[in-house]
């Protein structure tokens, strides 16, 4: 089971996340190409939300070219870096084939963590992400770290039928330590004045879908 750590900064709007590149350039941070995907990320639970009760979040990501499960802990942050755990596979799917997952997927645990039942959409978030990835100038403070920012647009339909959307900035470690990626998130929120995000994606579309 792999372990996500990552932090998460809420720009105002999409013009201010749209800098972000030239902001961690101008904290000294090198940065690479930047790469764009849409995507759709469907949550999943039963009907009486066993797997959110567990303590676990359920997402099947589409990108209309590739679909990936995954399942993680609902860990809240802290000190501005949440520490999730995360079971993640590639899997073949289309809508027409509905919310059932074979029994088989994710080494079996999302199957038994709903206890055999079945799982239905719980709601639906809309994605565009820009990606690059995200390194520290030569020095001992930096040595040997990297992460995967990403500039988020999100975008869900709330129970009133309004939509809702949010702009993030996240960071996610791939090499280095915890604290390196948090005096990399302190530094681009102090020059930005960007505040931490209060709260998961997830747990933002249970509250817009009326269900937390």
Not at 11 to 28: D, F, V
Not at 95 to 106: I, K, Q, R, S
Not at 190 to 208: D, H, I, N, V, Y
Request: charged share 25%; with cysteine; proline share 4%.
């Amino acid at each position: 089971m792999a372990l996500e750590i990552e932090a998460k900064l809420a720009a105002p709007n999409a013009a201010a996340l749209a800098g972000l590149p030239e902001i961690a350039r101008a904290c000294g941070f090198l940065t690479g190409e930047i790469e764009r995907s849409i995507m759709q990320d469907h949550y999943l639970d039963t009907g009486d939300l066993h797997l959110y009760r567990a303590g676990w979040a359920l997402r099947l990501r589409d990108t209309g070219v590739r679909q990936r499960l995954t399942m993680k802990t609902l860990t809240a942050p802290h000190r501005g870096v949440a520490r999730r755990k995360e079971l993640e596979e590639t899997i073949e799917w289309r809508a027409e084939d509905g919310w059932n997952l074979p029994a088989f997927a994710l080494n079996g645990e999302a199957a038994r963590l709903s206890d055999g039942q079945p799982f239905d959409r719980l709601f639906t978030i809309r994605q565009d992400r820009s990606e690059f990835p995200l390194a520290g100038e030569q020095g001992a403070e930096w040595e040997g770290f990297w992460c995967l920012a990403s500039m988020d647009l999100v975008r869900w339909s709330a129970a009133d039928g309004l939509p809702s959307e949010a702009y993030e900035a996240e960071f996610e470690l791939k090499q280095g330590s915890e604290e390196q990626l948090r005096s990399c998130a302190a530094r681009i929120a102090q020059t930005t004045r960007w505040p931490a995000a209060s709260s998961s994606k997830f747990q933002r579309g249970l509250e817009a879908a009326g269900l937390a």
